[in-house]
């Protein structure tokens, strides 16, 4: 069957699937990642296994890594198009200490600082998971630098990273410290316009296809099943099984589990519908930078970098010597290709970076970050006994996908600490908007709203 034609206008909103084989969106990591690894191909007739988890993206691919390593269990990994073809192949590749959009600040007044505390320590738990597996596993994924630059575009804005510094040292014994414009530029990058950052100790860069690559070929080492070309386009359930409908085969287990990211569509399962919000993320990565570029941005390190609008940039030179930058993008997938968004997207290059105007730009993407509606994700079970879930990263899985998929395999097997059930992201179901209908309209006035501060704040 010959692969369908890349759909830059696909909408996790409107589309019911992603597609069936469809070729990957035109990202630097596909082009750079060599080979794609083997898999097992479409499902070609009826089977059944014990555990079906659907999407092989980071969180997918380490659910059946650990289902197959720790637990023995019978997996089969169902991807509609092409290995990790959704969020984890348009990523920015950056590997934060971090899941969800809420800050550790937010974390305390909303649940407390016991709990907080208990919650950093389960995401620190999570890079470490993160770094084992690709140490165990032997994963060549391009890692840069440690740590993260978190840089203030504006003056005002360096004296509360100053205040996050010292929460973070004090109540979580994370020790970030704040770095001036002057050893900013110093020791680090020269960037226009920047007032100092926080830097983070913890965080790295990795290409996020290789990443996927060796996670897969480990889950398939372990004796995992990953089937491409094999959307599920309808979904049984009868006397205790689920029976998965693919174009060519269906696919019968005892649980479930459902790892698609910001590409779940609201008809998949009745458990998820319109619990996520679906947001755009613009990509761009520049040409091999000169001598003479790289000097001229002043940049000392590939550490991962973020600034601090609300609709933020995120960014880094990546080991090859491109740039690569991101935002966030359009509102919907039909006006993914307006060109006003790639426009804003290099337009903050410039404005950063002002050397990188004689560079190229060779690659350009979008794809769907999936957002929950409370801005934290969920690894739970969903009320229907033998459905797992894990949603709603808001663009903050690269490390944490791969602890949760231990979480949700742990789940399945019966073996999940029940102590862990105290924190947020797995003692409750992910929340329904109440105004559904209006989201976009509102996600429309929200952004306004925002570039508007970043803007006029001090």
Known sequence: MPPEKYNPHYDPLVNKTPGCGADYAPTYWVDSAGMEPEDDGMVTADISVDTAVIGSGF???????FL??????????????????????????????????????????????????????????GFATFEAIIKDEDIDCDLTDRGHLYIAHKPGILARLADESELNNKVFSYN???????????????????????????????????LACGYAAAARKHG????????????????????LITPKGTVKARRVAIATGGYTHASLNPCLSYRYMPILSNSVVTSVLTADQLAGCGIKTNMIMTDTRILRFYYR????????????SAITGSDADNKKHYDLLINGLY????????????????????VSHDMMPRIVQADNKNIFYA???????????????????????????????TLPIYNSQL???PLRPLRRAGQRLLYHYYHGLDRVLP
């Open 59 to 65: 969180t997918g691919l380490a659910t059946a890594l």
């Open 68 to 125: 197959a390593r720790e637990h023995h269990t019978e997996t089969a990994v169902l991807e509609a198009n092409r290995l990790s073809w959704g969020c984890t192949s348009r990523n920015g590749g950056q590997a934060q200490l971090a899941t969800g959009r809420l800050g550790r600040r937010q974390w305390i007044k909303k649940w407390g600082e016991t709990t907080a505390r208990a919650l950093h320590e389960e995401i620190c738990q």
């Open 176 to 210: 970030t410290r704040i770095i001036s414009a002057d050893e900013l530029k110093a020791g680090y990058v020269d960037e226009q316009h920047s007032h100092g950052a926080l830097l983070e100790p913890t965080g790295v860069g990795v290409h996020p296809v290789k």
């Open 224 to 243: 995992a099943k990953i089937y491409t070309s094999s959307p599920v386009t309808a979904w049984e359930e009868k006397q205790g099984y689920h029976y």
């Open 317 to 328: 030179l990546l080991p090859d010597g491109r740039m690569q930058i991101g935002t966030r």
């Open 351 to 370: 404005q950063k970076f002002p050397a990188l105007k004689t560079a190229t730009i060779d690659y350009s993407w979008w794809g769907w970050v999936d």
């Open 391 to 421: 949603l709603g990263y808001g663009g903050n899985g690269v490390s944490f996908s791969v602890q949760a998929g231990k979480r949700m395999a742990q789940r399945i097997a019966g073996v999940f600490d029940r102590k862990l059930e």
């Open 431 to 433: 929340p329904a908007h």
